[in-house]
């Protein structure tokens, strides 16, 4: 197994940690809404870890509190020990959306957090943005803005615009669920390739139990609403994994067991 593919997680000190974490929503009805609850878990250095469930169990709201976009109606979120209270320039957040602006190009597109930060773009940002689009396939349509794109390549514009900083930690819900399932491979892996040649701890938030097992250290299973953790698996398959991974045992039996607890639907 190549050291480059296959970046260590270390156990000293969490870098994300949820400790009793719920969240109550307010439906249009004025009834409460809970999603997730109760929510204890930590993840390490450079760990990648994907999140699946049934709609509705609190995955994106997990992020947004991640994120500190949301502040938790219980519990705490913390990263670095410290809890989170605002959104933090070391994390990159992918949405579902990918959320451009229209009257920009895709350059710029995937350099604006630079611009709106420090007020310019410098060759640096520059060049690494250039380098996030060939990844990503898109170094034809740098000059294009996004409604001459596909949502698809839409979203991988948004992406790459994750990326550019470099974030310690990365934030990604559903960043696939656009794509057609080819694309949706390829950038499984040049997710897994960059998170290897850069590490960075990954929440990764799917519908698709096959990207899960592609890319995770460990998959958290979450209950049907309130949204609880089911389960955590840890993927003991091998690095790098690639088309071949798809048929290996291990694979498959555990493609199973998850689809079995996902599709369960019982709260816990
Ligand atoms: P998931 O991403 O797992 O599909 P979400 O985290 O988006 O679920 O939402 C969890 C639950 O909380 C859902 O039932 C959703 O309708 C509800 N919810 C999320 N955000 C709000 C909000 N701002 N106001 C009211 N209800 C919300
Ligand atoms: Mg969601």
Redesign the pocket.
């Known amino acids: 197994m190549s050291a480059v593919l296959a970046p260590t997680v270390q156990t000293a000190g969490l870098v994300i940690e949820f400790s009793g974490v719920g ?1 109550t ?4 009805d004025g009834r409460p ?1 809970v ?2 609850q109760d929510v204890n878990l930590g993840l390490r250095r450079h760990e990648f870890v994907s999140g699946v ?10 992020l ?1 509190l991640v994120g500190g976009l949301l502040a938790p109606t219980s519990g705490t979120v913390s990263i670095f020990g410290m809890p989170v209270t605002e959104p933090r320039d070391e994390i990159g957040f992918a949405f579902q959306k990918p959320t451009l602006l229209p009257w920009l190009d895709v350059l710029d597109n995937v350099t604006f957090p630079m611009r709106h930060k420090y007020g310019r773009v410098d060759a640096r940002d520059t060049a690494r943005a250039s380098d996030l689009l060939a990844v990503t396939g898109l170094t034809d349509f740098a000059r294009k803005r996004p409604a001459e794109l596909s949502g698809g390549m839409q979203q991988r514009v948004a992406i790459a615009r994750a990326l550019l900083h470099d974030p310690d930690i990365l934030l990604m ?1 559903e960043p696939f669920s656009a794509l057609d399932a080819l694309a949706r491979d390829e950038m499984s892996f040049e997710l897994v390739r960059i998170w290897s040649e850069r590490p960075k701890t990954v929440v990764f ?1 799917t519908h698709s139990i096959q990207e899960a097992l592609l890319l995770s250290d460990r998959i958290v299973v ?1 209950s049907a ?1 309130p ?1 609880r953790v089911a389960e955590i698996i840890d993927v003991p398959l091998p690095r790098p994994r690639n088309l071949a991974t798809l048929s290996d045992p291990v694979f498959t039996h555990l493609a199973n067991e998850i689809r079995v607890k996902v599709f369960s639907r019982q709260p816990v």
């Open positions: 969240q929503f307010t439906s249009s809404v999603a997730p469930g049934p709609s509705g169990c609190g995955k994106s709201t997990l947004r819900d938030v979450m609403r949204g």
